[in-house]
């Protein structure tokens, strides 16, 4: 996993990890793996539907120290916004 890049919102509550997943999509390639840290729980609901809504994958949740790891690919497909 060492090409994916990593985004901490670890100690921030909801809506933070999301706006920090969505500004690491917008400047992420199509089909590249973004890792959100965070401690919100909320994020395990969230990241979800935020991929449903701009076109992201989710890979894996993982709970690791006291949080989550969430790995998702962003989108490629044409027409799709993740602004």
Known sequence: ???AVVIDARGHRCPVPSLRLMK?????????RLVLMATDPMARIDVPFLMAQKGGRVVAVEDVDGGLRITIETGGWPGVQTD
């Open 24 to 32: 690491a999509m917008q400047d992420a390639a199509p089909g590249a």
């Open 1 to 3: 996993m060492s090409d």
